[in-house]
C-alpha cells in the first residue's frame, strides 16, 4: 500500500511538473482557439492603420501569441517611406536594448554551466577591474544595473585605434576594460542606474568564459537550437547571409518630420558586436526566445535554461535596494536582462522603437516592433486591447 502511494505520489509530481513546464511550440491558430476575442484584436489593425495615417510612425510589425498560439500578426505601413516598400512580416528590425534580455540568457547559460558566477566579482575576468572603484562590481550587480556604474556613452570615443600593441583594435574586451578604470560612481548593489556600459561589460565576460567572439556563442547556443534564423549582431551584408535588404529603415524625429537616421547599407554603428544592443531579428524569431521562457527554459526539444533559472532571472532583484515605501511606488522592478512588472509580467524594449512583453500567468506574449523612436503613447492602448481581448 505505502509503496503504491509512493507511486501514485511520484506520477503526480511528474504531471504537475509538467503542467506548468509544458514545452509548448508556436503555431499558428485563431484568437478564438486561445480564447482571445478576434473583433477586439481586429481593432488592433485599425488603430495602427490610423497611427501610420497620421505620420506618428512609419510602420510596425504586430503579433501576440497566446497559449502558443500565434494569433495576430501584421505589418502596417512602411519599411522604407522613401522607395514605398511596405513593411513585412519578416522585416529584420535593429532590436537596440531588446539584447539585454539574450545577452542575460547567454550569462545565464554559462552559469549553468559553472563557467561563471552570479556572485564572482568582475575582476576575476578582468584585469582592469582590479581596482578600489570596479573591484566589488559582481556579475549579479551588471545584471540588475546596480553596479554603481554611471558612465554615460555606450563606448567612449575615439575607440581604442589598431596598432602594434592591439592589432585586433578596436574591440569589445578592449573598449570594455575602459569602463574598469572609470569604475562605480556609487556602492555596487545600492542603487539602480540602466547601464549599457554593465551590460557590454557582461558581452565582454561571455567572450572570455566562453572563450568564443559573442556573436559565435549567441548563434551557437540560444538562435540555432531555437531555430531563430533571422538573429545576427551586426548589420552589415556579409554578417547577414545576404539579407541586408530586408531590414527597416531607422528613422528619428526630425523638426517637422521624420528623417532617415540609418538606411540598410550604410555603415554599422559600432565596427564590433556589442552586448548593450546590436541584435538583428524578426517578431518571429523574437517570439519564439519569448515562448521559450513561459516554457520555463525549452522550446522544441531543445533546453536553454533550467526552469529554476529562468524563475530567477524573471524575479524582481532590484526590489531590495527600497525601501517599503519607496517599493510601493515602484511600477516595475529590474530582473536578469528583463524589466519586471508587480504583477509578474516581464518585458523589455529597444530604443529603436521595439517592445517586447510576456505575461506568465496569461501564457500571452505581445509585440511591437517599428523602427520610429517614441510611439510610447501608442503602445499601452494596443496592450490593453489585447488585455481586453482574453475572454478565457
Not at 572603484?133 to 540588475?144: E, P, V
Not at 534564423?229 to 551586426?234: E, L, T, V
Not at 546590436?278 to 535554461?305: E, H, K, P, W
Request: hydrophobic share 40%; aromatic share 10%; with cysteine.
Amino acid at each position: 500500500m505505502k509503496k503504491r502511494i509512493l507511486i501514485l505520489g511520484v506520477v503526480f509530481a511528474l504531471v504537475i511538473s509538467t503542467l506548468f513546464a509544458q514545452d509548448v511550440v508556436l503555431s499558428s491558430g485563431t484568437p478564438e482557439e486561445a480564447g482571445m476575442s478576434s473583433a477586439i484584436l481586429k481593432e488592433g489593425i485599425r488603430f495602427f492603420e490610423e497611427a501610420v495615417g497620421r505620420d506618428e510612425l512609419r510602420g510596425v510589425v504586430l503579433l501576440v501569441a497566446r497559449n502558443g498560439k500565434i494569433v495576430f500578426h501584421e505589418a502596417i505601413g512602411w519599411k522604407n517611406k522613401e522607395k514605398e516598400i511596405r513593411m513585412e512580416k519578416d522585416t529584420m528590425f535593429r532590436m537596440a536594448s531588446n539584447t539585454k534580455p539574450v545577452i542575460a540568457t547567454a550569462v545565464s547559460i554559462l552559469v549553468e554551466g559553472k563557467k561563471l558566477n552570479y556572485n564572482e566579482n568582475v575582476r576575476k575576468y578582468i584585469q582592469a577591474f582590479d581596482n578600489y572603484r570596479s573591484g566589488f562590481i559582481k556579475i549579479h550587480h551588471l545584471l540588475t544595473h546596480t553596479s554603481g556604474f554611471r558612465i554615460r556613452p555606450i563606448f567612449y570615443r575615439p575607440l581604442i585605434p589598431k596598432s602594434a600593441e592591439h592589432p585586433d583594435a578596436p574591440n569589445l574586451q578592449l573598449e570594455v576594460a575602459r569602463f574598469g578604470v572609470t569604475g562605480a560612481d556609487e556602492i555596487p548593489g545600492t542603487t539602480y542606474s540602466y547601464s549599457n556600459a554593465g551590460f557590454n561589460t557582461l558581452g565582454a565576460l561571455i567572450e572570455i568564459a566562453s572563450k568564443q567572439p559573442l556573436e559565435v556563442f549567441l548563434d551557437e547556443r540560444i538562435y540555432k537550437p531555437l531555430s531563430m534564423k533571422d538573429c545576427y549582431h551586426h548589420e552589415v551584408i556579409e554578417k547577414l547571409d545576404g539579407k541586408l535588404q530586408r531590414m527597416s529603415v531607422v528613422y528619428r524625429k526630425g523638426k517637422e518630420a521624420w528623417v532617415p537616421a540609418w538606411t540598410p547599407g550604410d555603415p554599422p554603428q559600432y565596427p564590433f558586436v556589442r552586448a548593450s544592443g546590436g541584435m538583428i531579428s524578426t517578431a518571429r524569431d523574437y517570439a519564439v526566445f519569448c515562448q521559450m521562457f513561459l516554457n520555463g527554459g525549452i522550446y522544441n526539444g531543445n533546453r536553454i535554461l533550467k526552469e529554476e533559472t529562468v524563475k530567477l532571472m524573471t524575479s524582481p532583484h532590484t526590489a531590495s535596494i527600497y525601501t517599503p515605501e519607496e517599493r510601493e511606488k515602484q511600477e516595475r522592478f529590474y530582473g536578469y536582462g528583463w524589466s519586471v512588472s508587480k504583477n509578474g509580467v516581464f518585458s523589455h524594449g529597444g530604443s529603436d522603437g521595439t517592445v517586447a512583453w510576456v505575461d506568465p500567468e496569461k501564457k500571452l506574449i505581445i509585440l511591437i516592433f517599428t523602427q520610429t523612436r517614441g510611439g510610447g503613447e501608442l503602445r499601452a492602448p494596443f496592450v490593453e486591447m489585447v488585455n481586453a481581448s482574453v475572454r478565457r
